[in-house]
Nanobody, 119 residues
Framework: QVQLVESGGGLVQAGGSLRLSCAAS????????VGWFRQAPGKEREFVAR????????YYADSVKGRFTISRDNAKNTVFLQLNSLKPEDTAVYYC????????????WGQGTQVTVSS
């Protein structure tokens, strides 16, 4: 299993920035990629970004492209999500999740961290 712990959420004004962290432990060698997702109240969970451990290949949702940056520190088994130019509609609980080698689904999830953007 892979354990994931998110941190870094908080309250920020529109236009501000936050940096989220996702620390992975356990069978991290079985993890191919880490993705960030978010869920706002009353809405479906949506994909935000993902990065592969090997090669650092990234992919973003159109809604965050150019504002959010995903990165990783392999030595620390940690993935980061830099959130810039935040908007009130970015308010959500942000989750990181691990996808295994050869798998399509994200099998392991963190507990989430709240991001609130005030207008």
């Amino acid at each position: 299993q892979v354990q994931l712990v998110e941190s870094g959420g908080g309250l920020v004004q529109a236009g501000g920035s936050l940096r989220l962290s996702c620390a992975a432990s356990g069978r991290t060698f079985s993890s191919y990629a880490v993705g960030w997702f978010r869920q706002a109240p009353g809405k479906e969970r949506e994909f935000v970004a993902r990065i592969t451990w090997i090669g650092g290949n990234t992919y973003y949702a159109d809604s965050v492209k150019g504002r959010f940056t995903i990165s990783r520190d392999n030595a620390k088994n940690t993935v980061f999500l830099q959130l810039n130019s935040l908007k009130p509609e970015d308010t959500a609980v942000y989750y990181c999740a691990s996808r295994g080698v050869g798998k399509d689904e994200y099998a392991y999830w963190g507990q989430g961290t709240q991001v609130t953007v005030s207008s």
